[in-house]
């Protein structure tokens, strides 16, 4: 493994660290106004769900929230844990089906989880005498050898959801450039393709088939 270390591994670890020192540039005001915006609909869906259940409580508690679900609402008992009935998001998925209040739970789950997860940590983050923020990237992290980026993660940004997207939009270019997003298409496979030689892989490639998809 030296050539690997000596030729990729060491001239990589130079360009990792001018990108660390170089930072992410932030627009600090739109993360503001989605954060505000999320606290927001996180306060009108809690309404909501006090309106549902029919009195106040604190909704990030199990404890309490199975009080609701189960004593109260008497909606039927799934899985059991140490400390009573769960309140997981895959049992709220299937309660879902037979009251409003659990979709209204996880949907609030969801926008809390985005909100201080990423709007409100990131904004801490931003360096104030660069406007950017300097995450770290790791070489010898992951089993499979690909870098991995920590404090904060920035390779941990949602990008299903309409809220998420926004998040991203945040991370903008210096002035005259441009942020590239680049994907190579199963490319394991398309090397594992070209080394055995195997001729229905290589001819389901050519076919531009997914061979994920079967």
């Known amino acids: ?86 309140t997981s998001y895959e049992v709220l998925v299937e309660l879902a089906k037979v009251h409003p209040l659990p979709a209204k739970i996880i949907e609030y789950r969801s926008l809390s989880k985005l909100r201080s997860t990423y709007t409100d940590s990131l904004l801490e983050l931003i360096n104030p005498q660069t406007g950017r923020i300097h995450t770290s990237y790791n070489q010898t992290i992951t089993a499979t050898g690909r870098l991995s980026s920590s404090e904060p993660n920035l390779q941990n940004i949602p990008a299903r959801t309409q809220e998420g997207r926004r998040i991203r939009e945040a991370f903008v270019a210096e002035k005259g450039f441009k942020i590239l997003s680049a994907d190579y298409s199963q490319i394991e496979l398309r090397i594992l393709a070209h080394f055995s030689g195997e001729p229905a892989l290589i001819e389901a490639f050519e076919r531009g088939e997914d061979i994920h998809k079967n």
């Not at 001018?18 to 993360?31: C, F, N, P, Q, S």
């Open 1 to 86: 493994l030296e050539r690997l270390y000596f030729e990729v591994e060491l001239p990589l670890m130079l360009v990792l660290a001018r990108m660390e020192m170089t930072g992410v540039k932030v627009d600090a005001e739109k993360l503001r106004a989605l954060s505000k915006e999320l606290r927001e609909r996180e306060e009108a869906l809690k309404k909501e769900i006090y309106q549902l259940a029919g009195k106040e409580f604190n909704i990030d508690s199990p404890r309490q929230l199975g009080e609701v679900l189960f004593d109260q609402l008497h909606l039927p008992r799934k899985k059991k844990t140490k400390t009573g009935y769960s």
